[in-house]
């Protein structure tokens, strides 16, 4: 696995195997990596002759009171594990090769970026639209590969991708659950013993809501309501937010005859994590890749 650190070399790298003509994958993270970014690598691996990984923290996608420093850093780690998936390049450039210090430019989906966390996390899908946009840039995939967990940014992705041209395919891949259910994240590190037990719920929430909608339930509010006594029952656990929207336009919806995506966010102790279901009544198809 050859680590790449300058933008202008990833580049060049892409642009040889391109010209080869072999399929380019790409697998943006910010490090700290578990078995939901590693699915991600081994989906990649299967669709293209040549994978690409970063390994970036992004600051901008960052509150001022958020966890910036403390996010766990695990590069050497992250380095083993990416070599033994059969990685061809790591690119992880420096916070300055990303912004230079006169960058003045930004990349916003209106409409959609002050939806779900963009409402809690105000500038954070500006921050991320920016940081992917620049990276489609220097890679430039032909393919590039994020996770479930992440669906409301999967879905303002898609969106600039269309809006601004740029000539790759965006896969979604399923969450990858712990055995108790817990989607797997990097801020699961952060949790107590105690907190890590209470975070069940958010997958036990989600839960309730399948079920209803497999016996029959279509009205998002009734849906909601019982979402929201399922996590009443952890009174530690203090909800952000509960939803049901429009997979593609984050819209909220009253009725999910059509399809719908439910999500969550939720404070455990200080940690504040995030979940979400595609909900497909019974004979549908929930489809992460459209």
């Given at each position: 696995m050859r680590f790449i650190s300058s933008p202008t070399e990833v580049t060049a790298a892409s642009k040889i195997a391109r010209l080869a003509g072999k399929r380019v994958g790409f697998v943006p993270t910010m490090g700290a990596l578990h078995q939901g970014h590693l699915s991600l690598v081994r989906a990649a691996s299967a669709q293209s002759d040549l994978v690409i990984a970063s390994i970036f923290v992004n600051p901008t996608q960052f509150g001022p009171n958020e966890d910036f420093a403390k996010y766990p850093r695990t590069l050497e780690q992250d380095s083993s594990l990416l070599a033994a998936e059969g990685v061809d390049v790591?690119?992880?450039?420096?916070?300055?090769?990303?912004?230079?210090?006169?960058?003045?430019?930004?990349?916003?989906?209106?409409?959609?970026?002050?939806?779900?966390?963009?409402?809690?996390?105000?500038?954070?899908?500006?921050?991320?639209?920016?940081?992917?946009?620049?990276?489609?840039?220097?890679?430039?995939?032909?393919?590039?590969?994020?996770?479930?967990?992440?669906?409301?940014?999967?879905?303002?992705?898609?969106?600039?991708?269309?809006?601004?041209?740029?000539?790759?395919?965006?896969?979604?891949?399923?969450?990858?659950?712990?055995?108790?259910?817990?989607?797997?994240?990097?801020?699961?590190?952060?949790?107590?013993?105690?907190?890590?037990?209470?975070?069940?719920v958010l997958y036990r929430l989600l839960s309730r809501i399948q079920a209803l909608v497999d016996q029959g339930e279509r009205r998002s509010a009734v849906l909601i309501s019982s979402g929201t006594r399922v996590i009443a029952e952890e009174p530690e656990v203090r909800l952000d937010y509960l939803e049901i929207v429009d997979r593609d336009t984050l819209q909220p919806l009253a009725d999910i005859s059509e399809g719908a995506l439910v999500a969550v966010a939720a404070y455990v102790g200080p940690t504040r994590l995030i979940d979400n279901l595609p909900l497909a009544p019974r004979g549908q198809e929930a489809t992460l890749n459209r």
């Open positions: 790591l690119f992880s450039p420096s916070v300055g090769d990303i912004y230079p210090q006169d960058a003045r430019t930004w990349v916003v989906v209106e409409g959609m970026s002050e939806r779900l966390d963009g409402r809690s996390r105000p500038g954070h899908f500006r921050g991320v639209t920016t940081v992917v946009a620049k990276l489609f840039n220097i890679v430039q995939p032909d393919v590039a590969f994020f996770g479930q967990k992440d669906a409301a940014q999967a879905a303002i992705l898609r969106k600039m991708a269309r809006d601004l041209h740029f000539h790759l395919q965006i896969v979604v891949g399923p969450t990858v659950r712990e055995p108790d259910g817990l989607a797997m994240s990097s801020r699961n590190v952060y949790l107590s013993p105690d907190q890590r037990r209470q975070a069940t």
